[in-house]
């Protein structure tokens, strides 16, 4: 295929237009001018070749069309409807199209210009070139950028030239994407545009290859290997409503079943089904939380996708799920060429496969010669949603859809693809994959969905390959991460920028792809994918496993912490799944999506929002000892400590190996899982709600400070036992009305109450006042010491200036007793006989690095395993 360059132009170069300084259109009412033609709600302009037309749609989105043709969408779901409140008209020698949200004018150039109501240009057309492509030069840029789908880089997306083209990003030097690498796996061509903090969005609606380049500062540039551009310009004010609108737009994400947000074990590949159980039986021993466990392309019949190999017999995976996990399995899209292997003939005899001159086309898969299924087609879809039916009848919970963009492996090496000029069905109006390319993985994803969603079953499918509306589908991951400081630095911006761009649920291999993560980056990995809302551990083939319990002692229980941590905060997870399935809000999101009006959140892009109401500051840097928070206005909560620090403020925390910052929004209702109770931790402030979701329904939950303690209010259809807790509570409880119980910790400075029937409007009595934003805490201690250790056991410990604390014997091998240390901070201990002469020693007799401990309630036994004065 060849580019025409460029049959129609008009502006040139980098003249400004002379129109720029011209007032808003005043009103849509005027005549429409000569180049304009009207027809239901679809506003038209010709200049030349080229057309231009503006519908106003309901919902605060106008859908412009650059080009005549149109061309079936793989991304929008919702029928488009007219917004019955718009004008059009003409204002002078401009076309107009008028709607509360936003004003399109269209010159006799077919330029257009687009302003909010505020009067802000968010579309300045200088130039355009159409052609065999399409090529818009525009003025405006807007202050900031957002969304964008899976790209490198930091929040803010102004300053690079981004494409979309679906890839297998693999780069043999990283063991995975480099860094700065573009394009990824996924084209999302969705953007949300920032100007003085008020959001709108840009959608453009074309599966060919793409650039969006915002190098320029004074002009943005779309250029499209396509003769037309459909676009969708989505009034905001706010992210929320944007990606809201967006989202109805192309799908709302879909809902993963709870145990999707559990954590993921995952390796290329595990060799048979006895490694799985070991596996499985280990994170079960060591009480390590965990739901699923992955087969990647080991487990096929010599890569053939949809069979499972001897090595896995059907007792073993049967074995592995009575230990309560599910199995997900990986079916890629390149089928075999292999007379006598079901999935190709029956793909061959219902002409499911694409073809090119020489019959069903071959390129270079796994298998070898592959074939690959035209998803485009919809026999094509039922008949692979058929084998994933019977996958799924075989006891295969989940689908893994890799390599999907879809990959095929060139002489030399490389992801490549099949070629563009392969001809695809595309549902009754046939074009080719160069048209086809970026959808390629949706219409995959929506196959294997749509299959496991006829079964009645709520769907897990996860996929490397998207485009604009996969969040309907499937889960997404980072691809080939590498296991390297720099690749852990660009996840958390890659998953939030996932998130503004509709995809809810994402997340990174822990510990990265390549492998050999150390003990500290599989740390620090481990802690940032607890708090992914989707977590998965995952490594290449030929590399030892990323297990928690690979590394050291410490990291395997650090690990155990924060999944644990994870698992108590799941009623929270799946209570932002069922809100992104609801609004197309993220689960993990940019600070700037919840504090728009702070400047200085623009481009944070190493901290996160969980929900609306956990701040999340991941430690990504190596050798980090300490690391700065910024807490924007308002009072914030450590999570766990209920130390108070009032924002907005930058402050430094330590963090030791175990540490993950996490602080809580006044107002916050958080729901949680503890010893198999619901517990809803409330922070009163200004009235707050919050939509709890389990898969028995949804209760509403309303919290309101009041001048003599808080009010919570809780709305389901059905009773049953929760307790709330109230953080903080300073002074003594006096009362609470509407429970069944109530008690009040001092210590913890928390107030709980317990609620059974359905509907409850519970009153806490207690004087709101704080006395001291961070008072100590009092810790408790568990050792246990050999037996025949003499005499008394003693903590020395940082928060005590190293003086020896004595503990009380409760019997030969246990000693228990309590510190009072730093709300909310960390602190370095050792147990010793009451001096450094005893302290503890490891069983080997080396020295034992510093015990850690956080300022907050909670328990832990230790072992001391010997005494220094008996190690000579
Ligand atoms: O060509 O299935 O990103 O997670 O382990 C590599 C083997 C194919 C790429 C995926 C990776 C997976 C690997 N796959």
């Known amino acids: 295929m060849r580019a025409y360059w460029v049959i129609f132009v008009i502006g040139c170069g980098s003249a400004v237009p002379a129109d720029s300084d011209d007032p808003l259109p005043a009103r849509c009412a005027g005549p429409l001018p000569a180049f304009a033609t009207r027809e239901a709600g679809t506003l038209t302009t010709r200049c030349g070749d080229l057309e231009v037309s503006a519908r106003p749609l309901a919902g605060g989105i106008i859908q412009l069309r650059y080009g005549s043709v149109v061309e079936r969408s793989w991304a929008v779901v919702e029928a488009p409807v007219d917004d019955p409140e718009a004008t059009l008209g003409g204002d002078g020698d401009r076309a107009v199209a008028c709607t509360a949200a936003m004003t399109v004018a269209i010159d006799t150039q077919c330029r257009v210009r687009a302003t909010l109501a505020d009067g802000t240009v968010i579309v300045d057309d200088v130039e355009l070139a159409a052609g065999d492509r399409l090529r818009l030069v525009r003025a405006a840029q807007p202050d900031r950028v957002y969304g964008l789908g899976e790209r ?70 779309i250029d499209a290997e396509a003769r037309s551009l ?173 390599v999907n963009e879809p990959t095929t492996f060139p002489e030399g090496g490389g992801g490549n693809t099949v070629p563009d000029e392969l001809v695809v069905d595309g549902d009754g109006e046939p074009t080719t994959m160069a048209a086809f390319h970026n959808a390629y993985a949706l219409e995959e994803s929506r196959a294997t969905f749509e299959a496991i969603a006829e079964t009645g079953e709520r769907p897990f499918v996860l996929s490397r390959a998207g485009y604009a509306g996969i969040q309907r589908y499937a889960a997404v991951w980072t691809g080939d991460t590498p296991s390297t ?149 308002g009072r914030w909560f450590e999570l766990h400590s209920g130390a108070i620090h009032e924002g907005p403020a930058t402050i430094t925390v330590s963090t030791t190996l175990a540490a993950l910052p996490m602080f809580v929004r006044e107002g916050a209702i958080l729901p949680a899982l503890e010893a198999g109770q619901l517990v809803l931790d409330v922070y009163p402030g200004a009235p707050s709600s919050f939509t709890l979701y389990d898969d028995t329904g949804r209760t509403t939950i309303s919290l309101t400070a009041e001048a003599d303690g808080a009010s919570v209010s809780i709305a389901r259809s059905r009773p049953s036992p929760i307790q709330v807790r109230v953080h903080r509570v300073d002074t003594a409880l006096v009362g609470v009305d509407g429970a069944t119980g109530h008690a009040y910790d001092a210590d913890a400075r928390i107030a709980t109450a317990t609620v059974e029937a359905a509907n409850a409007a519970v009153r806490f009595h207690y004087d709101p006042a704080i006395t001291e934003l961070a008072p100590p805490i009092t810790v408790a201690f568990e050792v246990e010491v050999p037996a025949d250790t003499p005499g008394q056991v003693f903590i020395a410990s940082s928060a005590t200036g190293w003086t020896h604390e004595p503990l009380t014997r409760v019997s030969a091998s246990l000693a228990r007793g309590s510190l009072t240390v730093p709300r909310g901070e960390w602190f370095d201990y050792k147990v010793t006989r009451g001096s450094f002469d005893t302290v503890e020693k490891l069983a080997d007799c080396s020295e034992r690095a510093n015990r850690y401990r956080f300022g907050a309630p909670s328990s832990k036994t230790i072992t001391v395993a010997t005494w220094r004065d008996r190690c000579n």
């Open 152 to 221: 490198t880089g930091g929040l803010d997306k102004r300053g690079r030239a981004w494409t979309f083209w679906n890839t297998d990003a693999y780069d043999p030097a990283h063991g995975g994407w480099a860094p700065d690498q573009d394009p990824l796996y996924q084209s999302i061509p969705f953007a949300v545009h920032v100007n003085a903090g008020v959001a709108h969005g840009l959608f453009v609606d074309q599966p060919r290859r793409m650039v969006f380049d915002y190098t320029d500062p004074g002009r943005d540039v």
């Open 485 to 633: 400081w720099s690749g852990l630095a660009q996840t958390l911006p890659m998953l939030l920028g996932l998130g503004v761009s509709g995809v809810p649920i994402v997340g990174s291999d822990i510990g990265g792809y390549s492998g050999h993560a150390s003990p500290e980056l599989y740390a620090r990995w481990m802690a940032l994918g607890s708090i992914s809302p989707f977590a998965r551990a995952h490594v290449t083939d030929g590399v030892p496993g990323q297990e928690p319990w690979m590394f050291t002692d410490e990291v395997t229980e650090l690990s155990r912490d924060l999944l644990v941590e994870r698992y108590r905060l799941l009623p929270y997870l799946y209570s932002l799944a069922d809100e992104a399935a609801r609004t197309g809000a993220p689960i993990l999101r940019p600070l700037i999506w919840e504090f728009s009006d702070d400047p200085a959140v623009a481009e944070l892009g190493d901290q996160a929002m969980l929900g609306p109401s956990i701040l999340v500051a991941p430690i990504v840097q190596p050798g980090t000892t300490t690391r700065e928070v910024y807490l924007p206005a």
């Open 230 to 402: 459909e676009q969708y310009l989505i009034a905001g004010p706010r992210m929320a409503e944007v990606v809201e609108r967006y989202t109805r737009l192309t799908g709302r994400p879909a809902l993963p079943p709870r145990w999707a947000l559990g954590f993921h074990q995952s390796r290329w590949g595990y060799p048979d089904g006895g490694t799985l159980e070991a596996i499985a039986e280990r994170f079960r021993r060591d009480g390590i939380p965990a739901d699923a466990l992955w087969l990647d392309i080991q487990h096929l019949r010599g890569f053939r996708t949809f069979t499972v190999d001897d090595a896995f017999s059907q007792a073993s995976l049967d074995r592995v799920r009575a230990l309560g996990f599910k199995v997900v399995a990986i079916a890629d899209p390149g089928i075999k060429i292999d007379p006598g292997y079901d999935v190709y003939e029956s793909g061959v005899a219902g002409g499911h496969f694409l073809r090119d001159a020489s019959g069903v086309f071959s390129g270079t898969a796994w298998p070898g010669a592959s074939a690959f299924p035209d998803f485009s087609r919809a026999a094509t879809r039922v008949w692979w949603g058929g084998h994933v039916t019977g996958l799924r009848a075989r006891g295969i919970d989940g689908i893994w859809l890799d």
